[in-house]
T-cell receptor, first 117, second 115 residues
Framework: AQKVTQAQTEISVVEKEDVTLDCVYE???????LFWYKQPPSGELVFLIR??????QNEISGRYSWNFQKSTSSFNFTITASQVVDSAVYFC??????????????FGTGTRLKVLA | SQTIHQWPATLVQPVGSPLSLECTVE??????LYWYRQAAGRGLQLLFY??????ISSEVPQNLSASRPQDRQFILSSKKLLLSDSGFYLC??????????????FGPGTRLTVT
């Protein structure tokens, strides 16, 4: 079965430190997509990035960067020079085919990031 | 642009009472719709998803049901709430279709406390 593991339950860093959130996945599909979401204290999940299984190029967006490695089935997320506003729960997700022909997400259990001033 | 609404934002209900949570999406047609539950401090559990009007797939057998009476309306219901139904309920939508590439967009959520 498909599975997403976020082994880090909670991470605390001091502002301006770099931090990496780990995500390891299991899938039998040859074509799949991976996602990262941010859940700030308000509760609403915010989409951050999508990555397909054929594109292993790392991506950078401002202070955020993502490292996708098929060989280790990992899709890690790094925040550079963290800020207090980065404090949130971060979820990694994997697309999975359903019996009805569409796709759903398998979410990891999330990593709570606390950035201290 | 697309927006997703959920109401109510907060709800306190006694055990055994009925429940109806509503989710509507604007600015898109034939979306895939999803209901998730998040228990306090926990991850997201997919409850139901729908690829079209009247088409509901259930992920976890439980005390809840879902309906999609209109293309962009998704309703989560219960006839009798249990204490274990407490949690944060999130509705999400994605572009309709059968590909895996579409990200989901989430609503603001409903925080349900069953007392």
């Amino acid at each position: 079965a498909q599975k997403v593991t976020q082994a880090q339950t909670e991470i605390s860093v001091v502002e301006k430190e770099d931090v990496t959130l780990d995500c390891v996945y299991e899938t039998r599909d040859t074509t799949y997509y991976l996602f990262w979401y941010k859940q700030p204290p308000s509760g609403e999940l915010v989409f951050l990035i999508r990555r397909n299984s054929f594109d292993e190029q790392n991506e950078i967006s401002g202070r955020y960067s993502w490292n996708f490695q098929k060989s280790t089935s990992s899709f890690n997320f790094t925040i550079t020079a963290s800020q207090v506003v980065d404090s949130a729960v971060y979820f990694c997700a994997l697309s999975e085919a359903t019996t009805s022909g569409t796709y759903k997400y398998i979410f990891g259990t999330g990593t709570r990031l606390k950035v201290l001033a | 642009s697309q927006t997703i609404h959920q109401w109510p934002a907060t709800l306190v209900q006694p055990v055994g009472s009925p429940l109806s949570l509503e989710c509507t999406v604007e600015g898109t047609s034939n979306p895939n719709l999803y209901w998730y539950r998040q228990a306090a401090g926990r991850g997201l559990q997919l409850l139901f998803y729908s690829v079209g009007i009247g088409q509901i797939s259930s992920e976890v057998p439980q005390n809840l049901s879902a309906s999609r009476p209109q293309d962009r309306q998704f309703i989560l219901s219960s006839k009798k709430l249990l204490l274990s139904d407490s949690g944060f309920y999130l509705c999400a939508w994605s572009v309709g279709g059968r590909g895996p590439r579409y990200e989901q967009y989430f609503g603001p959520g409903t925080r349900l406390t069953v007392t």
